[in-house]
């Protein structure tokens, strides 16, 4: 293919207007134009298979009842309000009403149990909660916990300490006009998974503008005609928000709301039925997708023209069933909360090396520094870091404002120009990023220095598993010691697991070598994952199933 790459990245300049509001791109404009807005915005199906559709002239109309209802709450510019929903169009109503009034969006996951919301509800002081019924037990039991929070609205359920969103809404006029905020101005205050002690990092409304090319690219160079997208991911994560939820909005398309787990077959029946071009998933949807079965096209009709995958390095195995089973390859991209969609691939522009995280997007000039904050060489690993600025001295808007209330955080994930982002990769003499690891699960083996991931992919790429983590541990001035969790494919009750794990081992061997080996493989029924899905590697030990040694 023509490699497009370096006069893409060296051309794009930035065109970032000193006021611009998500909500206001994303939503009321399109409703403004009669036209425009009977183009539907969110198509709703629920774990029963109930089904709505929303225009996005009910979209907005919606939104401005609700900004009204919560003006004549009290609530205005810079106030947090957070919003705890499962995928369904009243969650983007929600958070398009708390931007029109230029509030602050705090998205919460609705799988976070009571402590997890109480952490992040004190950390941002948030004073309005929003929720339906997937969240309404967990942060009712933590509102007593949280000063700051003194209204509750509900959806979907009822409860005496809650306003109820269809009264409230019903009370109030349908016309509102959302502030002109400054681009630069916050809008939204994400948190991460990862993290015990959570931070927040607060991401400005021009961060939208800041992802799209990432989007654009990962996504095939969306939109295109007709194209309807589609994530598994819950909309709080950064990487549903800027890699599918508003810049599928953004560009007046349609998106697909599923609230609750999806199970692999179900999302083969999405795809079908809503004819879906284009998708984001994790890598763990993936592996679950791959579990179901290897020749889904014989079973759907698919209609899948672009893939983008992140959250997680994704690695050669799941590329080669994307494109063998899928008949797409997946486009991977990478970000952090604090500076969403920066590196990726886009394969229709520059060519893909699978296993590799791909390139920085155009717009971004990003970077791995050694411990000095000097820029590593090619092939040596360093800390992924993105510069404040882009290749031409322009600000870069994706990169967020700072931690929220944590200046001292702040300052520590300085390199100069540069923000830090917590990863590990090289970059090859071609500019391809290949992902190492997290800093802190990175260990050293036969003198360099490896990842999990590494391994995890290694055993992936048995037939006889479905998923895996790998645990390194022992004293620092030993040699490592590796144990992996492993979740198998097609589990039967009368399995060799002690000939399958030894096998498992010989497999790593062969493929990497004897030192990363695990020197104990258990077998489970499922993986701790954090709330975004991702491998939770500090909750392992997790209930065995049965051991093989």
Known sequence: MNDQYSELYSSYQWFVPSHFNIAQACVHRWAENPHEGRRIAVYYENELGQREVWTYARLSETANRLSNGLARMGAGAGDRIAVCMAQRPEAVAACMAILSLGAIVVPLSTRYDTQALVA??????????????????????????????????????????????????????????????????????????????????????????????GFVASQDWFPQKGDIFWTCAEWAWADALFAALLPTLYFGHAIVATPGHVPARRAFEILERYQITS???????????????????QHFKLALRSLASTGESLGAVLYDWCVQSLGVAPNEIYGRASMPSVIGASRTKWP??????????????????DARGRLCPAGQIGEIALNRHDIHGYPDPGLFLGYWRDDRAGEADHGGDW?????????????????????????????????????EECLLAHPAVADAVVVPSG????????????????????????????????HVRQRLSSALAPSEIEFTEALPLTAAGKA??????????????
């Open 352 to 369: 893909t090396r699978p296993g590799s995280m791909g390139r920085p997007y155009p717009g971004h000039r990003v970077g791995v520094l």
């Open 279 to 297: 998708l984001l998933l994790p890598p763990r949807a993936i592996k679950a997708l791959r579990a179901e079965g290897d020749e889904p096209r």
């Open 475 to 506: 004293p620092a001035d030993q040699p490592v010691v590796l144990k992996a969790y492993v979740q198998r494919r097609q589990a039967k009750l009368d399995d060799d697991l002690a000939a399958l794990a030894e096998s498992l081992k010989e």
């Open 120 to 213: 992040r509800l004190r950390n941002s002081e948030a004073r309005i909660a929003i929720i339906d019924e997937n969240a309404g037990p967990e942060l009712l039991g933590a509102q007593p916990q949280c000063a700051a929070l003194s209204q509750v609205i509900g959806l979907g359920f009822q409860h005496d300490s809650i306003i109820a969103w269809r009264t409230l809404l019903a009370r109030q006029p349908a016309e509102y006009k959302a502030l002109a905020t400054r681009s630069d101005a916050p809008a939204l205050l994400l948190y991460s998974d990862d993290e015990t002690d959570p931070r927040g990092a607060l991401l400005a409304h021009g961060a939208l503008i800041g992802s799209l090319p």
């Open 536 to 549: 939770l590697r500090r909750a392992v030990p997790v209930p065995a199933q049965e051991h093989g040694r």
């Open 419 to 455: 923000r830090l982002s917590g990863d590990l990769a090289r970059v090859d003499e071609d500019g391809y990023y290949w992902y190492v690891g997290r800093t802190a699960e990175v260990f050293t083996s036969s003198g360099r220095r490896v990842g999990p991931g590494e391994i």
